[in-house]
């Protein structure tokens, strides 16, 4: 079973900035917060990942609140190749690896 | 950096015959690596995890018989499709935890696997 929820679709335009909510109320003290990127017929794609607080890559940023219940994924100004699913992940080390567990993911649809 | 490669893309094979995919980590060691499969508009769904040197760990409803699972070097695991039905048809994609102890994993590009 799934660790997070997702919304199942958003739609947006180009050039704006899309905020993607994921909800893991069951976090662990140990686990981290992992967004992937995937395209039809394509492996995920590495987005970023984070524990706490703000994170913020090249491509990304990715708002965690204290309680850490929730994450936001931020992607700024989107293009149509945006276009694609997103996967919140949650998950910690047991053993020294780190075993995920896919949800749903959220389809996001960029719009000229 | 940290590239996963799968061979073969796709691969297409007759009811009954075995199939094996490769999962290469290209520029870093693996100790872990997982496998996943994936129909069409559903999500990944965890197969197997496989570590280096040791018989790997199957996940629930998962036939370790009939998915066959190598992971003889530090970059390199196999899946082996065994005795491979039409049902087995999917979408078939490795990962590689980056190191022991670190979370993030990459993963590689997908093998599409028809069983005709």
């Known amino acids: 079973l799934a660790k997070t929820t997702q919304p199942i679709s958003m739609d947006s335009y180009e050039g704006q900035e899309v905020n993607i909510t994921c909800s893991h109320n069951n976090i662990a003290t140990n686990d981290y917060i992992t967004w992937y990127q995937q395209f039809p017929s394509q492996g995920p794609r590495f987005i970023i990942q984070g524990y706490k607080t703000k994170v913020t890559n090249e491509v990304a940023s990715l708002f965690i609140p204290a309680d850490r219940k929730s994450s936001t994924l931020s992607l700024p100004r989107v293009s149509l190749s945006d276009t694609a699913v997103y996967y919140c992940l949650v998950g910690g080390l047991s053993g020294g690896y780190n075993k995920l567990i896919f949800g749903a993911g959220t389809r996001l649809a960029v719009h000229p | 950096g940290a590239v996963v490669s799968q061979h073969p893309s796709w691969v297409i094979c007759k009811s009954g015959t075995s199939v094996k995919i490769e999962c290469r980590s290209l520029?870093?060691?693996?100790?872990?690596m997982f496998w996943y499969r994936q129909f069409p508009k559903q999500s990944l769904m965890l197969m197997a995890t496989s570590n280096e040197g040791s018989k790997a760990t199957y996940e629930q409803g998962v036939e370790k018989d009939k998915f066959l699972i190598n992971h003889a070097s530090l970059t390199l695991s196999t899946l082996t499709v065994t005795s491979a039905h039409p049902e087995d048809s999917s979408f078939y994609i490795c990962?590689?935890?980056?190191?022991?102890?670190?979370?993030?994993?990459?993963f590689g590009p997908g093998t599409r696997l028809l069983v005709l």
């Open positions: 520029d870093f060691q693996a100790t872990t």
């Open positions: 990962s590689a935890q980056l190191a022991l102890g670190q979370e993030t994993q990459y």
